[in-house]
C-alpha cells in the first residue's frame, strides 16, 4: 500500500500555512519537510534537513530567495535548493553536487500539494473546480489513513451549519485517500471533499474543501460546525486506533550524498549541459544586450554570485559570460553582452542572429570569482561590461543586508547596462562617468586609498584598468588576497613555444608537452578530460596542483603570490620553466 | 511470545567498559538511595557517609528514597569520584580515567557548571562542543558574530601513546569570549577528547595569557539518544563569583540545546556520505572516524548501514 501511496500527490500543507518568509514543518509518509514560499511565490517543499549536519531546515531562516540554515548558516536557493553560500570558508564556492533534496509542489484548492515520487497531476474534483471553495480547519488524527476514510464515509453535516439541523448525505466518490460527500436539505446542496493525509502509520491530516462558500455570520457557523463535528470524529476514531494493532512507524530513507568524483573522472572538458530558451532579449544600454534564458528542460542548477556559463552558439563558438542576477531569483540566468568592435563573431552572433525563443547549449555555472560574505564591507568596482558579475554581487550583498558599494566607470548614464537593477540598488551605486585613463587611475587611487581589515574588492573591467588597479592596490599595501580580479580575457601574451615533460603522480604516466601544444590538450590527448572553460588562462577551471617543478606562469587567474609559491597552474597556458612538471592528477 | 533485544540497552563492550559520569557529587545527599539511567540500565547509587559512594544495578530489595544499603550478595559496580562526578562502568574498566592535570593545580576555581538533559545522542553533543563554525549563528553576540565567521585551517591529530584525539591551533573571532571578557578578539583554542562521550577544551584565560581555562563536557547517555550533559570549569578566575560564571556557561549551552534536538537522525552516522563534512569539519570527521576505530556501536549508527 505505501508503495502507491508514493506515487499519489497528497496535500502536506494549506497555503495559508506558508506566508512569506515563514518555514512550514510538515511531514508525509514518514519524512519530514521544510515548506517554505520564496518571494516569487514558487514554493519549495524539501527534505527538512541540512545536508551538512542533519539539522532541521525549518528552524532556519528564509530571506525569501534563499533559505539559510541556523547551525552553520549554509544557504540554498529557492527552487534548485541548490547550496550558494558556506559561511566557515567565505572564499570558496560550494561544490555543485551540494543539493537539498526536492519534492514537486502544487497548489489546487487552497492546499499545497506534493509526494515522494508522485506521478501526474495532483486530483481534479470536478465539484471544486470553478467553484468558491472554503478550506475547513485541518484535523489532526492518531489514526492510520484508512481508518480515518472509513470513518469520514458515514460522516454527516448540516449545510447551514446548525448542528440540529443535519442533512441527507450521499457519497459522491471514494479512492484510497479522499471522499467527497453531498448533503441536500431544502433544496439547496452542499458538497465537502475530504482529503486525508498519510503523515505517518499511525497519524494522518483531514483536510476538507467546501464546494461553497457561505458568507458572513453562516460563514463561521459552517466553519465550526464541521470543526466540532470533525473533533468528535477525530476522538472515536483514535479510541478505535488505540485497539487496533500497533504499527511500525514509517521509515523514509535519507539518500547518502553524492561522492565527489576525482578530476580525473570528471567529462571533458567544454561540456553543453544545458539547453535554455531565450525569453527576453533587449537592448539594455548603447551596444549591450540583455538575455534572459530559460531551462526547457530540467530546471536550471543554482548559480553563485560570480558565476559564469559557456554559451555554444550556432555558429560553433563557445563563450563565456557572467550570470547579472542573484541566487534565488528565479529559474533562469540573465546576461548582459557587449558587441564587440573587433568580435571573432561571439557577441555579434549573440546581438545580430540570436533571437527570443532561440534555443541555446550551454554549461552548467562556474564560479571562479567566489564572493566572500564575511567582509565588514565590500567594495564593487565595474568597469563597462565588466559589471555583468558584479550586479549579481550586489544584489546578493544587498538581500543579505550587508555592506557594499558598487563603483560603476562607464562612457556616459546611455552605457550604463541594467539600469532597472541599478536604479533597485539606489544610494550603494556610485557612478564615473566619462573619465580619462588618468581621471580613472586617479578614482581608484582615491577609492584604494588605505588598506582596511575585512575590507574585500572586486574588480571586473578592461585590462588596462585591472591592470591600473592591481599596481594602485599594491602600492597602497592592499594584501593580494583582499582583491580579487575577473579577467575578460588573457592580457598577457602567450608563449607556447617551449617543450618539457609532465608526470602525473596519481595517473603514473609522464607526457611529453611539445611546443604549440598545452599541457591541457596533451592531457586531453591521452585521456585525461580536466574541466575547462576559457581556455586562455582568465577563468581558473582547468586549474591543477603543482607537486614539483617551476610553473611558467601566463594566466591573469592567479595573483602575484600565488605564482610566486607555485603550487598551482592553469593547465590551459601556462607552462614549465624547470624541465619536468610533476601534478597531482 | 517472542523476545526482542531493547534497543535502548548498550551491548557494545567499548562503551560499556568505559568510566561513565554519574551525577556531580556536590549533589549527593548523604543516606538516601538515588536511581538514574545509564545506557540505558536502571543504575542505583547512595553516599553512606560523606566522600563514600556505592552504587549498583537497581534491584527492589534497595528501593529509591529509602537508607537501604544493598546486601553483600548484591553485586555491586565500580566508583570513582574525581572532578566532582561520581563515575561507574557497567563492564570492566580497561584502567583508569584520563588525566586532567590543570584540574589540581592550586589557584584554580573548579566549577560544576551545569547538567542539562538534552535529547540527543552523546557523539552528537561531543561533536557539536568541538565546532566552531556555529559560534556565529548559534552563539550571536558572544562565542562568534557575523561576518566574522571564516574557520581557518586547522590541526587534528590522534596522539598514538594515549589515542585521544586532538584538534589544535584552532582560531576563531569571539565578541565575549568568557565571562570575564571585555571585548571582541581572535580566541585559541585546543580540544582534546580522551573518551567517546567526554571532551574538554583549552582557551588561553583572558585574565593570564600565559595559562589555559579548561571547560570539559561530560556526557552521561541515559539511552541511545538521550542525555544528561554535565559541564565543568576549571578556571583561573578571582573575581566572579560562581553564579556568574555559571549562568554565561549555562545560557551557551541552552543555546546549543535546541540545535542538537533538531539533528535528524538523532544517531551520529559514521558513513563519511552519510552527511556533508567540509574543512572546518576535519574535527568531526576524525572523531567519527575514531569512534568505528574504537568500535563504538551506540549512540551511532554504524558505517554501512543506513538509517532504516
Avoid at chain 1, 586531453?524 to 575547462?532: P, Q, T, V, Y
Amino acid at each position: 500500500m505505501t508503495e502507491s501511496l508514493m506515487n499519489l500527490w497528497h496535500p502536506i500543507a494549506s497555503a495559508e500555512d506558508l506566508p512569506y518568509r515563514h518555514i512550514f514543518q510538515g511531514q508525509l509518509l514518514g519524512r519530514e519537510l521544510a515548506v517554505w514560499r520564496a518571494d516569487d511565490d514558487f514554493v519549495n517543499v524539501w527534505e527538512n534537513r541540512c545536508l551538512h549536519r542533519g539539522t532541521r531546515l525549518s528552524i532556519g531562516r528564509s530571506d525569501g530567495l534563499e533559505l539559510r540554515c541556523q547551525y552553520h548558516g549554509w544557504r540554498y536557493a529557492n527552487r534548485s535548493a541548490g547550496c550558494t553560500y558556506i559561511p566557515a570558508h567565505p572564499a570558496d564556492a560550494p561544490a555543485r553536487t551540494i543539493c537539498n533534496r526536492t519534492f514537486p509542489s502544487v497548489e489546487r484548492y487552497g492546499l499545497i500539494w506534493s509526494g515522494e515520487e508522485p506521478t501526474g497531476e495532483p486530483p481534479e474534483i470536478a465539484a471544486l473546480e470553478n467553484a468558491e471553495t472554503l478550506l475547513l480547519r485541518n484535523i489532526a488524527v492518531n489514526a492510520p489513513l484508512n481508518l480515518v476514510l472509513g470513518h469520514l464515509a458515514n460522516y454527516r453535516f448540516s449545510i447551514t451549519g446548525d448542528p440540529d439541523n443535519l442533512a441527507t448525505t450521499s457519497m459522491d466518490y471514494q479512492d484510497g485517500c479522499s471522499l467527497s460527500l453531498t448533503a441536500t436539505c431544502d433544496g439547496k446542496k452542499s458538497t465537502v471533499v475530504f482529503f486525508v493525509q498519510p503523515v505517518d502509520s499511525n497519524r494522518s491530516v483531514i483536510r476538507g474543501v467546501l464546494s461553497n462558500s457561505p458568507e458572513g455570520a453562516e460563514r463561521l457557523l459552517t466553519l465550526r460546525h464541521h470543526s466540532a463535528e470533525l473533533s468528535r470524529l477525530r476522538d472515536i476514531v483514535e479510541l478505535e486506533a488505540l485497539d487496533g494493532p500497533s504499527l511500525e512507524p514509517m521509515v523514509a530513507t535519507i539518500e547518502q550524498v553524492p561522492i565527489a568524483l576525482p578530476e580525473i573522472t570528471t567529462p571533458s572538458g567544454r561540456k553543453a549541459a544545458l539547453r535554455v530558451q531565450v525569453l527576453r532579449k533587449w537592448a539594455t544600454a548603447e551596444g549591450v544586450v540583455g538575455l534572459e534564458l530559460e531551462s526547457i528542460g530540467e530546471p536550471l542548477p543554482t548559480h553563485q554570485p560570480g558565476a559564469h556559463i559557456d554559451v555554444h552558439l550556432p555558429n560553433g563558438l563557445v563563450r563565456q559570460y557572467s550570470l547579472t542576477n542573484a541566487p534565488g531569483e528565479g529559474s533562469l540566468y540573465r546576461l548582459g553582452v557587449k558587441l564587440e568592435a573587433d568580435s571573432r563573431g561571439g557577441s555579434a552572433c549573440l546581438h545580430e542572429t540570436v533571437k527570443e525563443g532561440d534555443v541555446l547549449a550551454i554549461s552548467e555555472p562556474r564560479n571562479n570569482f567566489p564572493l566572500r560574505r564575511d567582509a565588514v564591507k565590500t567594495i564593487l568596482i565595474a568597469g563597462g561590461i565588466g559589471v555583468t558579475p558584479l550586479l549579481s554581487m550586489a544584489q546578493t550583498l544587498r538581500n543579505n543586508k550587508l555592506d557594499y558599494e558598487l563603483h560603476y566607470f562607464a562612457q556616459t548614464d546611455g552605457h550604463l547596462a541594467f539600469p532597472e537593477v541599478l536604479n533597485e540598488l539606489g544610494e550603494a551605486v556610485v557612478l564615473h562617468l566619462g573619465l580619462s585613463p588618468d581621471e580613472t587611475s586617479q578614482a581608484l587611487t582615491a577609492l584604494l586609498a588605505g588598506p582596511q581589515p575585512a575590507m574585500h574588492i572586486y574588480v571586473c573591467g578592461p585590462g588596462p584598468m585591472l591592470e591600473a588597479t592591481r599596481r594602485i592596490a599594491s602600492e597602497a599595501d592592499w594584501p593580494d588576497e583582499a582583491i580579487h580580479f575577473e579577467y575578460f580575457k588573457n592580457t598577457i601574451e602567450v608563449d607556447s613555444s617551449s617543450s618539457f615533460e609532465v608526470s602525473l603522480a596519481r595517473s603514473a604516466l609522464t607526457l611529453e608537452v611539445p611546443s604549440g601544444k598545452t599541457i591541457l590538450e596533451v592531457l586531453r590527448d591521452n585521456g585525461i578530460a580536466l574541466m575547462s572553460s576559457c581556455e586562455q588562462g582568465a577563468c581558473g577551471t582547468c586549474e591543477v596542483t603543482v607537486i614539483e617543478g617551476e610553473p611558467e606562469h601566463q594566466d591573469v587567474y592567479l595573483n602575484d603570490s600565488e605564482k610566486l609559491a607555485g603550487q598551482r597552474i592553469m593547465t590551459c597556458v601556462s607552462r614549465a620553466k624547470s624541465p619536468r612538471l610533476v601534478l597531482d592528477i | 511470545m517472542k523476545l526482542l533485544a531493547n534497543p535502548e540497552v548498550c551491548t557494545n563492550a567499548a562503551i560499556l567498559d568505559l568510566w561513565h559520569p554519574l551525577v556531580p557529587t556536590s549533589e549527593i545527599q548523604v543516606g538516601v538511595v538515588r536511581e538514574l539511567s545509564l545506557l540505558g540500565q536502571a543504575v542505583s547509587y547512595l553516599s553512606t557517609s560523606p566522600d563514600i559512594y556505592r552504587a549498583w544495578r537497581t534491584d527492589p530489595a534497595t528501593p529509591v528514597g529509602t537508607a537501604s544499603e544493598p546486601s553483600s550478595v548484591t553485586e555491586g559496580l565500580p566508583i570513582l569520584d574525581r572532578y566532582g562526578y561520581l563515575w561507574t562502568s557497567l563492564g570492566v574498566p580497561n584502567g583508569d580515567l584520563f588525566d586532567i592535570p590543570e584540574y589540581d593545580e592550586p589557584d584554580r576555581r573548579n566549577i560544576h557548571a551545569a547538567t542539562i538533559g538534552v535529547h540527543c545522542s552523546a557523539p552528537r553533543a561531543i561533536e557539536n562542543f568541538l565546532d566552531m563554525g556555529h559560534f556565529p549563528y548559534v552563539h550571536t553576540g558572544v562565542l562568534g558574530i557575523e561576518p566574522h565567521t571564516e574557520v581557518v585551517d586547522y590541526d587534528v591529530q590522534i596522539d598514538a601513546d594515549s589515542n585521544e584525539l586532538w584538534a589544535t591551533q584552532c582560531l576563531f573571532f569571539q565578541p565575549m569570549a568568557a565571562a570575564t571578557s571585555t571585548a571582541g578578539e581572535m580566541v585559541g583554542y585546543t580540544y582534546r577528547v580522551p573518551h567517546p562521550y567526554c571532551s574538554l577544551l583549552y582557551k588561553t584565560s583572558p585574565l593570564d595569557e600565559s595559562r589555559m581555562d579548561v571547560i570539559g563536557l561530560f556526557v552521561r547517555s541515559v539511552g541511545p539518544d538521550r542525555i544528561e550533559a554535565h559541564m565543568i570549569l576549571s578556571l583561573i578566575d578571582d573575581s566572579n563569583t560562581d553564579s556568574f560564571i555559571r549562568r554565561f556557561q549555562q545560557s551557551i549551552f541552552a543555546q546549543d540545546k535546541p540545535i542538537l534536538e533538531n539533528q535528524n537522525p538523532k544517531l551520529l552516522p559514521l558513513d563519511p556520505r552519510a552527511e556533508t563534512p567540509i574543512r572546518s569539519d576535519r574535527s568531526a570527521i576524525a572523531y567519527r572516524r575514531w569512534l568505528s576505530d574504537l568500535g563504538v556501536t551506540y549512540g551511532v549508527i554504524p558505517e554501512g548501514r543506513s538509517n532504516d
